[in-house]
């Protein structure tokens, strides 16, 4: 396993090892913010494809910020998957995320959405997918997955892309976006992302631990992206700072300072209004 891991994936691909493994030491802690078995069970199977992960500077607080991002992502899903309606869920740029079992209410139609050396991965260390958990193998952007969802048309949708946009450009984003506007309006969007000024400063960062992917675009204001097509409306937007959370503590003086306060965020949106 360890060789399939660390040989098949490098770029953006990549990247999906430095979540899994901040989930799984977030699971060793007694203090835990959110319980992944499923990554610290895959951590101990690959540990050696994390060799260059470990060499990554990353700060308790930026460990913190990537789970509270992934607990606020399960959260905003939950309570989507609450409503009576059986819905459909699209994890965009899916990784190695185990979101479908730590969400599932039994009824969602759930697809895991990746470039192909991530979905084979995916196949061989969780084996098959059980009736309502289906995989795709390719690229967000050629929206030719699209056609998969034909047969849910109907159902509440949600669309979930976490540490997926950041790494391509703008136009890229918004041509997504106005896709998915179209050819499903109703559908909810949910997605994270950082400021430009966050943007600049990750990339050198990065650029220090040697990984190849970079950062390509920053949102400054939530509301932004309302003017990318008509019908895109804001729902909500979440930062770590937002509510006190012990861990971060000492960071809560940047409350007040948006730079910081707001350098990271997660957005919620309405793609238009459903065809009745």
Same mark, same amino acid.
């Given at each position: 396993?360890?060789?399939?891991?660390?040989?098949? !994936?490098? @770029?953006?691909?990549?990247? +999906?090892?430095?979540?899994?493994?901040?989930?799984?030491?977030?699971? %060793?802690?007694? &203090?835990?913010?959110?319980? *992944? %078995?499923?990554?610290?069970?895959? #951590?101990?199977?690959?540990?050696?494809?994390?060799?260059?992960?470990?060499?990554?500077?990353? &700060?308790?607080?930026?460990? #913190?910020?990537?789970?509270?991002?992934?607990?606020?992502? *399960?959260? !905003?899903?939950?309570?989507?998957?609450?409503?009576?309606?059986?819905?459909?869920?699209?994890?965009?740029?899916?990784?190695?995320?185990?979101?479908?079992?730590?969400?599932?209410? @039994?009824?969602?139609?759930?697809?895991?959405? &990746?470039?192909?050396?991530?979905?084979?991965?995916?196949?061989?260390?969780?084996?098959?997918?059980? =009736? /309502?958990?289906?995989?795709?193998?390719?690229?967000?952007?050629?929206?030719?997955?699209? $056609?998969?969802?034909?047969?849910?048309?109907?159902?509440?949708?949600?669309?979930? $892309?976490?540490?997926?946009?950041?790494?391509?450009?703008?136009?890229?984003?918004?041509?997504?976006?106005?896709?998915?506007?179209?050819?499903?309006?109703?559908?909810?969007?949910?997605? &994270?992302?950082?400021? =430009?000024?966050? #943007?600049?400063?990750?990339?050198? /960062?990065?650029?220090?631990?040697?990984?190849?992917?970079?950062?390509?675009?920053?949102?400054?204001?939530?509301? *932004? #992206?309302?003017?990318?097509?008509?019908?895109?409306?804001? !729902?909500?937007?979440?930062?770590?700072?937002?509510? =006190?959370? =012990?861990?971060?503590?000492?960071?809560?003086?940047?409350?007040?300072?948006? +730079?910081?306060?707001?350098?990271?965020?997660?957005?919620?949106?309405?793609? @238009? *209004?459903?065809?009745?």
């Amino acid at each position: 396993m360890t060789e399939i891991a660390s040989q098949s !994936l490098d @770029g953006v691909a990549e990247t +999906l090892l430095v979540t899994l493994y901040i989930r799984a030491l977030e699971t %060793q802690r007694p &203090d835990a913010l959110l319980n *992944d %078995q499923k990554a610290l069970d895959l #951590v101990r199977r690959m540990e050696s494809a994390f060799d260059r992960i470990k060499g990554i500077r990353m &700060d308790e607080e930026d460990r #913190v910020g990537v789970i509270l991002r992934n607990r606020e992502i *399960d959260n !905003l899903t939950r309570d989507f998957l609450s409503r009576p309606a059986e819905a459909a869920v699209v994890h965009i740029g899916c990784g190695l995320d185990s979101r479908f079992e730590r969400v599932d209410n @039994g009824r969602v139609e759930w697809y895991d959405l &990746d470039l192909p050396e991530v979905i084979e991965l995916r196949r061989k260390l969780f084996g098959s997918p059980g =009736p /309502r958990s289906h995989l795709l193998a390719g690229s967000a952007f050629d929206v030719s997955w699209f $056609a998969a969802l034909t047969q849910h048309r109907g159902r509440p949708l949600l669309l979930i $892309a976490e540490g997926v946009f950041q790494y391509f450009a703008e136009a890229q984003v918004k041509s997504l976006v106005v896709a998915l506007r179209e050819h499903f309006p109703g559908a909810e969007l949910i997605f &994270d992302a950082f400021s =430009p000024f966050i #943007v600049r400063a990750n990339n050198l /960062r990065m650029a220090l631990s040697k990984m190849s992917a970079r950062y390509h675009w920053g949102l400054s204001r939530g509301r *932004d #992206v309302e003017g990318w097509t008509p019908g895109v409306r804001l !729902l909500s937007e979440w930062f770590p700072l937002s509510l =006190p959370e =012990p861990r971060l503590a000492k960071f809560q003086w940047a409350r007040n300072i948006p +730079l910081i306060a707001k350098a990271m965020g997660v957005y919620h949106y309405r793609l @238009g *209004d459903a065809v009745s």
